[in-house]
């Protein structure tokens, strides 16, 4: 048998996997393997043959051990198994805990407020159709008050559109629930505007209704003071001023003493020392009809509140593109706030 042959075998063999061990285990290193069986044949040759034949054999049966006893320490032994040695002076990983958005922290405080006066949760879909944005609200087919809000139509033919308030939810819960009615609406709302440091495509709402026998101008004025002092602090200058929306009569806006230049006149009052926080007024009795509601029996009032204007004027935010950006330097600078919503 040519010798060089098995020597290349042995040198080559693959010895990375159990079953090529195994194999070549039996083939050169045991009894019944092929080495075993030379050796054994060097006794029927010449003696003059015998000396050579069996050096090269037993240099071969020496070579296969050698591949043999390192394959059996590079394979046998699992790395990931090896223990390592601990160091107690490694520095520790920062945990980064995480926190509220600003927005989230706002719109939980704007809740918890109105919660206590007992007004509950509703919310509507952010695609809405004509009808519960514009028209239900009062506002005529052709009426200038549909260019106030520059609206994202999605298609026009099946009157889809982005909605611009959350008003939609107020009319979509007269439509299915007769008053007593109280409640918050908050969500996100789209205005085809130029992103810039004061607005933004998209912003958020909580806008409220309460509607029931008797209620008056004076538990709207009350309300809105009210929530006005707990939110900014008793005593923040506030005035009224008459306003204009298609779905109250009388309709105002609230402004408040800007908080930023402390009334010396900066970007975000638009240097007048004041800033407008909300929209309200008493529900039209227009609208009431189209939510099958009697505008004999009941009045009501509503208001609209926008999330981020409050935060920017709570926290000092000079920017509104700050809220939409997730930079983490902006966002840990609220984790002192707390988590509850
Ligand atoms: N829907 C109005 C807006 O988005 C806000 C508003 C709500 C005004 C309720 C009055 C009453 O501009």
């Known amino acids: 048998m040519d010798l060089s042959a098995l020597e290349k075998e042995i040198l080559e063999a693959d010895l990375s996997t159990e079953e090529g061990r195994t194999a070549f285990q039996k083939r050169f290193l045991q009894k019944g393997g092929v080495l075993e069986s030379l050796l054994a044949e060097l006794r029927t040759l010449p003696p003059e043959a015998r000396k050579a034949r069996g050096q090269a054999l037993n240099a071969l049966r020496e070579k296969a051990r050698q591949r043999w006893e390192a394959a059996k320490q590079a394979y046998s032994t699992p790395l990931s198994t090896t223990p390592k040695p601990q160091d107690p002076t490694f520095p520790a990983l920062r945990i980064q805990p995480g926190g509220r958005h600003p927005l989230s922290l706002i719109e939980g405080r704007i809740i918890r407020f109105f919660q206590r006066l007992g007004y509950t949760l509703a919310t509507g879909p952010e695609i809405e159709d004509d009808w519960h944005n514009f028209s239900a609200l009062n506002f005529e087919p052709d009426h200038p008050a549909r260019d106030m809000q520059d609206t994202f139509f999605l298609d026009p033919a099946a009157g889809l559109l982005l909605r611009t308030h959350t008003s939609t939810v107020q009319v979509r819960v007269m439509e299915r629930q007769k008053p007593p009615i ?160």
């Open 182 to 341: 109280r409640i918050l609406a908050p969500g996100r709302v789209y205005r085809n505007e130029t992103v810039s440091a004061r607005a933004h495509v998209y912003f958020h709402q909580i806008e409220g209704l309460y509607v029931d026998e008797g209620v008056q101008t004076s538990d709207l004025k009350a309300t809105l003071t009210s929530f006005v002092e707990n939110f900014f602090g008793p005593g923040t200058p506030m005035r009224w001023r008459a306003s204009y929306f298609p779905f109250t009569e009388m309709s105002a806006e609230v402004d408040i003493a800007c908080l930023i230049c402390h009334g010396a006149g900066c970007a975000v009052c638009k240097h007048t020392g004041w800033v407008e926080v909300l929209g309200c007024g008493m529900v039209d009795p227009a609208v009431f009809e189209a939510c099958g509601i009697d505008p004999h029996r009941y009045t009501g009032f509503a208001f609209g509140l926008g999330v981020e204007r409050l935060a920017q004027l709570l926290y000092t935010i000079p920017d509104l593109r700050l809220f939409g950006q997730n930079d983490l330097r902006f966002l840990q600078s609220f984790q002192g706030y707390g988590y509850a919503l």
